[in-house]
T-cell receptor
Framework: GAGVSQTPSNKVTEKGKYVELRCDPI?????LYWYRQSLGQGPEFLIY????????DSGLPNDRFFAVRPEGSVSTLKIQRTERGDSAVYLC????????????FGAGSRLTVL | KQEVTQIPAALSVPEGENLVLNCSFT??????LQWFRQDPGKGLTSLLL?????REQTSGRLNASLDKSSGRSTLYIAASQPGDSATYLC??????????FGAGTTVTVRA
């Protein structure tokens, strides 16, 4: 596609529920990234995919967070047993994975846990 | 751990005034530095990318300088317009995908 597409744009859920956030990267971009932005702060790195595999998941805060990219394109960030502290904007970005490797960000998915 | 600080946190100026946004980082071993713009409810738009070997980059009314040794970058926006109102984020990269962001400077340009 023309840009990075993220769905849903807004998600409100109750504490303890399971949530999935989807990212559709730019066609042909092999690298995909998830970042999390809490209110009033800059984005923080969560996980990086090169192709289908998670090359670096060191930013995932705990084992309630998991992400997949089974076919090397669309990625899903999964959050189990959500907590109020998970409330944030989850940003996805993609890049060619080489050269200047400029990241193109999506509009984000705003998650609110009540 | 890389720490990125942006000062001021917020800035309000009348239309036509020049804007000066500051970014500092603690670890000078960076590969590049980027300035992004973020509008409410929107993603990040890359404005300028400066490689560590460069001193500055320019795009239209925007100019960004980089002093890697002192860990500082400055974004200048000339002749500000109301449409420049947004949050501006600076991010540094050690050469891979892990961008370290500052908290941003929220700019309001008054008509």
């Amino acid at each position: 596609g023309a840009g990075v597409s993220q769905t849903p744009s807004n998600k409100v859920t109750e504490k303890g529920k399971y949530v999935e956030l989807r990212c559709d990267p730019i066609s042909g971009h092999t690298a995909l990234y998830w970042y999390r932005q809490s209110l009033g702060q800059g984005p923080e790195f969560l996980i990086y995919f090169q192709g289908t595999g998670a090359a670096d998941d060191s930013g995932l805060p705990n084992d309630r967070f998991f992400a997949v990219r089974p076919e090397g394109s669309v990625s899903t960030l999964k959050i189990q047993r959500t907590e109020r502290g998970d409330s944030a904007v989850y940003l996805c970005a993609s890049s060619t994975g080489s050269g200047a490797n400029v990241l193109t960000f999506g509009a984000g998915s705003r998650l609110t846990v009540l | 751990k890389q720490e990125v600080t942006q000062i001021p946190a917020a800035l309000s100026v009348p239309e036509g005034e020049n804007l000066v946004l500051n970014c500092s980082f603690t670890d000078s071993a960076i590969y590049n530095l980027q300035w992004f713009r973020q509008d409410p409810g929107k993603g990040l738009t890359s404005l300028l990318l400066i490689q560590s070997s460069q001193r500055e980059q320019t795009s239209g009314r925007l100019n960004a300088s980089l002093d890697k040794s002192s860990g500082r970058s400055t974004l200048y926006i000339a002749a500000s317009q109301p449409g420049d109102s947004a949050t501006y984020l600076c991010a540094v990269s050690p050469g891979d995908y892990k961008l370290s962001f500052g908290a941003g400077t929220t700019v309001t340009v008054r008509a």
